[in-house]
């Protein structure tokens, strides 16, 4: 029986630390890094911008001045070359706003089909590396797959996390008890080093073996909800049930930073935004 293929991933797929290196598969797509901070900037090392034949740009490294400049300078090479932005640059009439110097390699015809095999991995989930070319200095640019959220509860809790995420451009599924039977695990595919479980019970018998299957998986990051109470009862259970202490240890509660937020809404950016920071350390260590 014929199946239609999945639809070619779009760059929506890709978070914005990988949309520029996605539009680069595409012919004619120039691909800008940065390889040198000198001072302090409002990007980190690595971060990218693709400059399409049109002139229009993917991503973004400053306020759309240095973009600007970027995209008519890579038009303008045939090679790939590395070239100083702000502080210590040849260029007189372009300055950083914030006093900063920058190192960016321009490159016009980056390698498609390392680019399409670092996507292809990504997609995978998988952690990956683009090859620079010789002169940025630097030999490879690494990435890790997107971040994901595999949130459970109910109630506005789980709804606020839901809408902030997607409004943060955040990769998240949100699975209340109308999907689940109690006493069991999810059921969804094993959670990689990427993914973080959050847990928005107020019942929290639900929680046990959503808790123990996400402690069996890889998962970077493992949330619940509650207040001193629940907190010592769930790991008392989880306890009697055989967890280690190493796998309790991997139990957030309370979350949030900081901790203690008191409506849905302060509760969902406070999760959200520790998350984040836990998720950006695994790739300072990429």
Known sequence: MYRRPPPAPSLDDFDEDQRALAAARRPGTGLCTIVGIDGAFSRRLGAQLAVLPGGEVVGSLSDGCLERQLASDCAALS???LRRYGSGSPLVDFRLPCGSGLDI???PEPDRAACASVVDTLLARRPAALPLPHVAGMGARPYIPRLRIAAFGEGPELAALHRLARASDLA???????RLSLG???GQPGYDAWTAVILLFHDHE???ALIE???ASEAFYIGAQGGLQARRSRIDELARRGASEAALSRVRSPIGTPAGSRSPQTLALSVLAEVAHEYERLR???
């Open 184 to 186: 069991r695990p999810s």
């Open 284 to 286: 300072t260590r990429a």
């Open 172 to 178: 998240i599924e949100a699975i209340g008890k109308d």
């Open 206 to 208: 639900w929680e046990l």
């Open 105 to 107: 390699l321009l490159d």
């Open 213 to 215: 299957e996400a402690m």
């Open 79 to 81: 090679e790939p070359a």
